[in-house]
């Protein structure tokens, strides 16, 4: 799975967080059902007998997180990601919850990751937080409520 090349990533993501560049490192962590560690669930997305994308999120105690969206770039645009948000805020309404937080990346350079648009156009409302980490970058939060 290629949806976004290591050169890309740089300004954007540490290094440790791209475990889930593929569906090789995916499989690493990856425990029963589709439980992933520390809690964490994933949904995978296939075309063909191949996976083309998948998210991975966690049931907080008043909210579910999604951590990770990533679809190839051949299949990118054609709702997929869509698709597996909608699920997991279904997944997150059948539960109970309510209320639905993700985040993505700002570069040094104050220029979001290209998901910036996407969260948005799927409701997702930043919160106009810009949360500093060890790296060269900002997290960016959003927040979407259910109701």
């Given at each position: ?37 520390d809690g ?76 910036y648009g ?30």
């Amino acid at each position: 799975m290629s949806s976004k090349t290591r050169s890309e990533l740089v300004g954007f993501s540490a290094p440790e967080f791209w475990i889930f560049s593929s569906p090789e490192a995916l499989t690493g962590v990856w425990g029963k059902g589709n439980r992933l560690k520390d809690g964490f669930e994933v949904i995978v997305a296939e075309k063909d007998g191949r996976v083309v994308g998948f998210i991975v999120f966690k049931k907080e105690r008043d909210h579910v997180d999604i951590d990770n969206l990533d679809i190839t770039k051949d299949e990118q645009g054609k709702g997929i990601g869509r698709a597996l948000v909608a699920h997991v805020e279904s997944i997150a309404k059948s539960c109970g919850y309510s209320l639905m937080k993700t985040d993505t990346t700002e570069n040094a350079q104050g220029v979001p990751w290209k998901s910036y648009g996407f969260w948005t156009k799927m409701g997702y409302k930043d919160t106009g937080e810009r949360l500093r980490t060890k790296y060269d970058f900002k997290t960016i939060p959003f927040i979407k409520n259910l109701k």
